[in-house]
């Protein structure tokens, strides 16, 4: 059983809309979440995380973390052609002292 | 110029050949990782470290293995016993410290290896 899961997409919106990622995740011991962005062929670069419950801001992009229902989402408002790249979800366990990734969203924002 | 830097970018490997990629840190930051990227997948890891002259084996460790002598690097052993180690290979970086704001990972460009 996968411990954090993502719908894998692809995820098509148009310039200008809000785009919703979701992930929900097995470890309830979870303590911080990330969200990364990764663009083909390069590198995973961190947009954000979240520890506590409710949403978190930052700029366009807003986090939601429920940890009763175990579930992290990402919403990017006004999305533009440059935000297309795949988002990776990554709860933090404070046990393992590791983060565990989901398979990614991938996201394409049509002009 | 601060960061993470792995070498080389590009790796071409033959049947049977052990091969040493390389990742070195001037973030000052005591946790690092390895993992391990296919084509459509996330990542998983390799091989992690807390400290210096410590290691743990991460979920894929057969076939790898690493060393962490200095502080600043953290290189990665391909050996010849991985049987398909073709992937894109990215290095990581932890902030240590009390809280959870603190665990912000950075990666770094990563090497992408090709078994000939």
């Known amino acids: 059983q996968k411990e954090v899961e993502q719908n894998s997409g692809p995820l098509s919106v148009p310039e200008g809309a809000i785009a919703s990622l979701n992930c929900t995740y097995s470890d309830r011991g979870s303590q911080s979440f990330f969200w990364y962005r990764q663009y083909s062929g390069k590198s995973p670069e961190l947009i954000m995380f979240?520890?506590?419950?409710g949403d978190k801001e930052d700029g366009r992009f807003t986090a939601q973390l429920n940890k009763a229902s175990q579930y992290v989402s990402l919403l990017i408002r006004d999305s533009q052609p440059s935000d297309s790249a795949t988002y990776l979800c990554?709860?933090?366990?404070?046990?393992?002292?590791?983060?565990?990734f989901g398979s990614g969203t991938q996201l394409t924002v049509l002009p | 110029d601060g960061g993470i830097t792995q070498s080389p970018k590009y790796l071409f490997r033959k049947e049977g050949q052990n091969v040493t990629l390389s990742c070195e840190q001037n973030?000052?930051?005591?946790?690092m990782y390895w993992y391990r990227q296919d084509p459509g997948q996330g990542l998983r890891l390799i091989y992690y470290?807390?400290?210096?002259?410590?290691?743990q084996k991460g979920d894929i460790a057969e076939g790898y293995s690493v060393s962490r002598e200095k502080k600043e690097s953290f290189p990665l052993t391909v050996t010849s016993a991985q049987k398909n180690p073709t992937a894109f290979y990215l290095c990581?970086?932890?902030?240590?410290?009390?809280?959870?704001?603190?665990?912000?990972?950075?990666f770094g460009p990563g090497t992408r290896l090709t078994v000939l």
């Open positions: 979240i520890y506590s419950n």
């Open positions: 973030l000052n930051h005591d946790a």
């Open positions: 990554a709860p933090f366990s404070g046990s393992a002292r590791q983060l565990t």
């Open positions: 470290s807390q400290i210096v002259n410590d290691f």
């Open positions: 990581a970086t932890r902030t240590s410290g009390r809280g959870s704001s603190y665990n912000e990972q950075f």
